[in-house]
């Protein structure tokens, strides 16, 4: 792990690494503009604006190549400050740096770095001289909007990093190959589990066959535990009328991501974003004693919202989503016990999945944005204090995050990291007071007076697609036998011989509810097989003349080479202990 030393001093690498890569591209192209160039968690990226020139892999070539030939001269890179006026004097050619500057203070010292004959506008620090910078790489370049607005133009962005050692650098580089051979997207497409198509739309995946049974076995996975905990699943409507969301609030805090109206016949409907609307009209459709709550609805729910297109991924980052949504009407002395049964679902279903890089966040509101948040002091006190008293009590270790909590209320985010380095949030949970107030929701309690419940909105698994992807990339494509589109893959030694017994073999694993597929191919012995672990199959059968004479089954598992031979009734048995295993 890095300490705060090593990765400050990481930050100063990767940082003084920025300038040299911008000195090169203006040795290169005398005529650059640049914007900025941060530090990030990956390296460094600098935007910058060549005219009419759009880069290629050569061109990053020629780049890392002129910025060697920099950092070998040995400059010193020397710190300077400047006024105001100065530094609007320096950078008088450059309209991205006098917009800089003239976002700054008059009064306001103006630090640049300079080396040799490249000066930028910099807070630093950075190392001493540009020698220091020798193990570097040239990642990617994409597109990027000038100051992240899409009205403006697009500037070129250059990603890059730097280490302090050839081996780290090395090192580095073999993670991000492992996590190119990880991506979902890439294996999506190669293990066909989903697809995008230009015709349907950025962020609006098709989830092929394979993918579909996949998700399918979640859908199953999670309605089964959530029925045992007494949840009540329903179905709602995508659609609904753009009065439900200005009732909820969300029209006043959310409308921006979400699609556009569509009026017909006077109306005004909206694709939904969120489900908690319609549940709260589910609660209200009747009367509800105090002996009734808790109430739990729970719903597999299609939601939209509007994501730029610049910003949609594969399935992490989607247009069109499916929740595992449910919202728990509760009294208030219920809630400690309802959300800690929550946290327990949450963890219960991690065991399953084996997640065990995780970490459980605070979401507060930020007082000082009166936009995002509803204006109540009150209400978000007692939330705040009520769930943090909660997580305190249940002993749950956490931290807190201001600004991350929905418009009505706190909530507990998990964040995960993936397998290829994002930080994402899988489940969470979250303590609504607003929204039984703004329907008026009321339970009876034993006095007979009407009394407001509370909500705790939570989503287990989060959506499916993000989930989804999470587990493509977890596993590398190769799932669990539950969750395998095919579990099993016949392939017959000699067709001529073995097809008959193969095609047994193959119906009988079908009638006990295995998803099975048979190879009839007329192609050698060791292309089936490798085809079968292309496919990342969990298990081969190879069935010859032996197994055929003494009604045996011989098979491997994926990422082995031993063949076992079993008998079919202990083959059954292994197969009924591996799907519950889960892993």
Not at 7 to 24: G, P, R, W
Not at 174 to 189: C, N, Q, S, V, W
Not at 224 to 249: N, Q
């Amino acid at each position: 792990m890095i300490n705060i030393k090593e990765h400050e001093n990481l930050s100063i690498l990767n940082h003084s690494c920025a300038h040299l890569m911008a000195q090169a591209v203006k040795h290169l192209y005398p005529d650059a503009k640049f914007w900025v160039g941060p530090v990030i968690e990956e390296g460094f990226y600098y935007d910058i604006d060549l005219g009419d020139i759009t880069l290629n892999e050569e061109d990053l070539e020629k780049i890392q190549k002129e910025m060697k030939k920099i950092s070998k001269d040995g400059k010193r890179i020397v710190r300077q400050e400047l006024s105001k006026k100065e530094a609007l004097e320096l950078f008088f050619d450059d309209p991205y740096k006098i917009d800089l500057i003239e976002n700054m203070s008059n009064d306001e010292i103006i630090s640049c770095y300079k080396q040799g004959d490249f000066t930028d506008l910099c807070r630093g620090p950075h190392v001493e001289t540009v020698k220091e910078l020798k193990y570097f790489k040239l990642l990617k370049f994409s597109g990027a909007y000038y100051k992240g607005d899409s009205n403006n133009k697009v500037l070129q962005r250059i990603y890059g990093v730097c280490f302090k050692t050839e081996e780290e650098l090395e090192n580095h580089l073999k993670e991000l190959e492992e996590a190119k051979m990880r991506d979902h997207r890439k294996l999506g497409k190669e293990l066909e589990l989903f697809m995008n198509h230009e015709l349907v739309g950025p962020g609006l995946p098709l989830w092929l066959p394979n993918g579909a049974v996949v998700r399918t076995e979640l859908e199953n996975y999670i309605r089964r535990k959530e029925r045992k905990l007494g949840y009540d699943h329903v179905y709602t409507p995508c659609l609904a009328s753009t009065e439900l969301y200005k009732i909820s609030g969300h029209w006043d805090h959310y409308k921006e991501d979400m699609f556009p109206i569509m009026e017909m016949d006077k109306e005004e409907l909206v694709l939904r974003p969120m489900n908690c609307p319609h549940h709260m009209l589910i609660y209200k459709n009747k009367i509800h004693s105090y002996r009734d709550l808790p109430i739990r609805i729970g719903e597999l729910a299609p939601d939209f919202r509007y994501e730029a297109s610049g910003a949609v991924c594969g399935l992490e980052r989607v247009r069109a989503m499916c929740q595992n949504d449910a919202h728990l009407f509760v009294r208030p002395d219920q809630i400690k016990e309802e959300f800690s049964k929550v946290v327990a679902l949450i963890l219960d279903v991690y065991a399953d999945f084996h997640i065990n890089d995780y970490k459980f966040r605070l979401s507060l509101r930020d007082r000082e944005d009166v936009e995002k948040y509803y204006p109540d002091d009150e209400m978000w006190d007692k939330a705040e204090n009520e769930l943090r008293t909660v997580l305190t009590e249940l002993d749950i270790p956490f931290y807190e995050a201001i600004g991350e909590a929905a418009f009505y209320g706190p909530k507990l985010d998990v964040q995960i990291k993936t397998a290829i380095g994002h930080d994402i949030t899988l489940s969470t949970c979250q303590l609504d007071f607003l929204l039984p107030e703004r329907f008026d929701l009321n339970y009876i309690d034993e006095t007979g007076e009407k009394k407001r419940p509370v909500v705790i909105h939570r989503a287990i698994l989060g959506t499916f697609d993000r989930f989804m992807a999470y587990l493509i990339e977890e596993t590398k494509g190769a799932f669990p036998l539950w969750l395998a589109p095919i579990q099993i893959n016949v392939i017959p030694v000699n067709l001529e011989y073995h097809e008959k017994y193969s095609n047994e073999i193959f119906n009988w694993l079908r009638e006990n509810d295995y998803r099975v597929d048979i190879d009839l191919r007329n192609e050698k012995l060791s292309y089936k097989m490798r085809e079968s672990v292309i496919r990342k199959i969990p298990i081969t059968l190879i069935l010859g003349q032996k197994e055929m004479d003494e009604v045996m089954i011989s098979y491997r598992l994926y990422g082995t080479n031993e063949t076992t031979t079993l008998s079919k009734k202990e083959f059954l048995l292994f197969l009924q202990d591996k799907m519950k295993q889960k892993n």
